[in-house]
C-alpha cells in the first residue's frame, strides 16, 4: 500500500510540475486526397497542418497527392479516403452520370480557374481572336469540355477553334517551344510560365473573367462521412478553411510551408500561387458570408452549365451536390 501511495504522490507532482505535459489525447486519423500534384494552390491544407490547427481541432492529418480530379472523386465515392480537393464541375459530372455518392463540403476555386495561355506576340487581345487558332489540350481537358459554354457566353464561332490533343505534361513545353500557340490550364499555372518564359510576357484569358461563373476546385466527402460524421467534417472543413485563410495572409510563409514539405517546390512560384488563388477564392459570395460558402444558385448554375458542356441529360437536384453546414459564416 506504501508503496502504491508513493507512486500516487509521484504521479501527481508531476502533473503540478512547471513545464510537464498531460500525455497527448488521441487524435482522429484523417485521410485528405488532393485532385493533382502538389502545388502552391494546396498551401492551405499544408498550412493548417504545420500552424496546428489541425492538430487543434483533435485531427491527425495525411495529405495525398492526386491523379485528377475524376480519380480523386472515385476514390471519395468508393470509401477510399475521408476527404478530397476535387474540381466541383467534375463531380456534378460523376454524380449525375453515374451516381458517385459524393458532395461539396466548402468551395475554394469560388471563381473558375479555367484559362487559355499565350504569349503577348500571338495577337490574341479577346477571345473572338481565339478563331482561326489552334489550341493544345490534353485528353479530358475540363478547359476543353467547357468551351462550348465558354464560346457561347463570348459570342465566338467553337467551329473556327482548332484543338490539337496532347499529354498533358506536353503543354507548357510546347508552348515555350512555339509548337504550340495556345494552350490550356489553371489560372494559378501562370506562376510558373512566367518563370519560364525567359523575360517574355505570357497573357491569359481566363473563363470567369468572360461570362463563365461557375465553382471549381472545393473539400468534397461521400454523403455517409457527412451524414454520420457531421463533427469531423465541421472540423475539418473548419481547419482547413483556417489554414488557407492564413495562407492567403501570409503567402510568403505560406510558399515556406510547402517547401518544407516538399522539397521539389520553387518557393517563388508557389508564393504566386497562394496570391492567385486567394483572388479566385474570395468571390463576392465569399466576402458576404465567409471562406468556403457556395452561393445555392450559383451552385445551380454550375450545375446546369456543367450538365449542358458534358451533355448529360440526367437531372439532379441541386442540394445533392453540396452543403454549407459546416463553413463558419462571417
Known sequence: MRRIGAIAAALALLILLPGAEAPAQRREDVLLTLDWA???RHAGFFTALEKGFYRDEGLNVTISRGFGSL???KRIAAGR???????????IGAR??????????????SRA???FFFFEEAGIRSPKDLEGKTVAAAAGDANRAMFPAFAKATGIDPGKVNWLVIEAAAKTPMLLSGQAQIITEYRMHKALLDKMARGRKV???TYSDHGLDFYSQ????????VAQKPDLSARFVRASLKGYAYAFDHADEGAEILKKHHREIDAEVARTEIVITKELAWSEEAQRNGLGYMDPAKMARSRDLILEAYNIRAQIPVDD????RFVPRR
Request: no cysteine; hydrophobic share 45%; proline share 2%.
Open 218 to 225: 472545393a473539400i468534397i466527402a461521400h454523403d455517409n462521412t
Open 71 to 73: 480519380d480523386t472523386v
Open 321 to 324: 451536390l453540396y452543403t454549407n
Open 113 to 115: 480557374p479555367h484559362s
Open 96 to 109: 449525375a452520370r453515374e451516381g458517385m455518392r459524393a458532395k461539396a463540403l466548402a468551395v475554394i476555386y
Open 38 to 40: 502538389v502545388f502552391g
Open 203 to 205: 497573357l491569359a484569358m
Open 81 to 91: 479516403g475521408d476527404y478530397g480537393f476535387a474540381d466541383a464541375g467534375t463531380l
